[in-house]
């Protein structure tokens, strides 16, 4: 018998050990339970009736908007090759005077430099010696031509005074347009003003972006002494990505901000590129309303806007960034774990007084288009926003979430 009951109190001491472990095994410790609660509402804020007074939070709904079609670029001011003027010479000389410096504005016509050389003498002496020639085989061959019609000379003496003629008539056209090179009008060139200094003038209007010579300097035929740009017609010179280059045509608005400055100014579409660039970009011209204080190369921001569509939108103080992402907050019940409510209420001595409590979700929507202070939305469609989504006092909301967060954390 004592051997038979021992083995029963054996026995049932196992059992018991047994449901104790499963027992303990299945119940979860209190901080577990908590977190997970925790994690439930991890993305609601809770508000007071002082808190949300404070905040200003205003509700509303999504409305039905028309958005333009806005693509962000970069770019920077360039010059159209019509635009830009090297100022050369066709004969060298040394450079006696020039009252230019780099920014300089000129006018069309502006003397911009003197250039001095002896050969400038020579080459009026050759035009005024073959003047001359000119008007004696000139009047040698009206000679011959009546001596002809009255048969008194030869035919060949005839061709002989027409070849001549037309020699000296020759040498005096290329000598007149050589002058006209080195800006010497031949029409008013006589023996007793010959110079050796000329003159060089600014083609365009504009101002002076290069200066290559000085005093003293000798420069050599075709070496660039000035680069003039004229400002009247720049270009914006847009960047656009490969994959958003078939939405940008021509005679779309442009609407940029150039570096340092806050006035938005306007352009048009004028030209799109065809070529990609090693950096998948594709080149667009735009150009501008007006680009008279335009400075070459500066940098730029730019909205192209590729046209208008009716679109469900929200007010851009409705929308948070966080981490990378959009968010906004919604309206909703109080969590499971609060009074079904939503009061949460509060005894003093003498009397009862009940505080509101305001709760709000943090919900992820996909954003697109902005204009005119509104965001083209995309919202998730297992919930319900009329009248529900925060407006106003959306980061300080934000902030309350992230700050009980940190709180919870500790």
Request: aromatic share 6%; charged share 20%; with cysteine.
């Amino acid at each position: 018998m004592n051997t038979k009951l021992k083995y029963i109190l054996i026995i049932t001491i196992t059992l018991g050990t047994t449901s104790l472990i499963v027992a303990c095994g299945n119940k979860k410790p209190a901080t577990e339970t908590a977190e997970e609660g925790h994690e439930e509402n991890e993305n609601i804020v809770e508000v007071s009736s002082a808190q949300q007074q404070a905040i200003d939070v205003k509700l509303g709904t999504a409305e039905m908007k028309v958005i333009s079609g806005l693509l962000k670029v970069n770019g920077y001011i360039d010059v159209p090759p019509q635009n830009l003027v090297s100022i050369t010479t066709q004969m060298g000389g040394i450079v006696k005077s020039t009252p230019l410096l780099q920014g300089s504005t000129v006018k069309k016509g502006q003397v911009i430099a003197v250039l001095e050389n002896q050969d400038y003498v020579q080459l009026q002496q050759d035009y005024l010696e073959s003047r001359s020639q000119l008007e004696l085989t000139s009047a040698e061959y009206e000679r011959q031509q009546t001596l002809s019609a009255q048969n008194v000379n030869s035919q060949k003496t005839l061709q002989q005074a027409k070849a001549q003629y037309q020699v000296a008539q020759a040498r005096e056209s290329a000598l007149r347009q050589r002058l006209q090179l080195i800006n010497i009008n031949a029409s008013q060139l006589t023996p007793s003003n010959i110079r050796s200094q000329v003159n060089i003038y600014s083609a365009v209007n504009g101002y002076v972006t290069k200066v290559n010579v000085n005093g003293g300097k000798f420069v050599n035929p075709n070496d660039v002494m000035f680069e003039i740009v004229d400002g009247t017609d720049l270009h914006v010179e847009l960047n656009v990505f490969e994959k958003d280059a078939a939405s940008v045509k021509p005679g779309q608005r442009v609407r940029f901000t150039m570096a340092g400055e806050s006035k938005e100014q306007i352009a048009k579409v004028e030209l799109v590129g065809r070529e990609i660039r090693p950096d998948k970009t594709v080149t667009v011209h735009a150009i501008a309303t007006s680009s008279a204080n335009f400075l070459p190369g500066t940098y730029l921001k730019a909205l192209i806007e590729t046209g208008e569509t009716m679109t469900l939108a929200l007010p851009e103080s409705a929308i948070v960034d966080y981490s990378g992402k959009k968010y906004i907050f919604v309206a909703t019940e109080a969590p499971e774990h609060e009074h079904k409510d939503g009061a949460v209420h509060v005894h003093t001595e003498g009397d009862e007084a009940t505080h509101q409590m305001y709760y709000y979700e943090l919900v992820e929507i996909t954003t697109g288009n902005a204009d005119a202070g509104y965001v083209q939305v995309t919202l998730p469609e297992n919930k319900k926003y009329d009248g529900k989504i925060v407006l106003s006092g959306t980061y300080d909301l934000l902030s309350k979430l992230k700050n009980s967060e940190e709180h919870a954390g500790h």
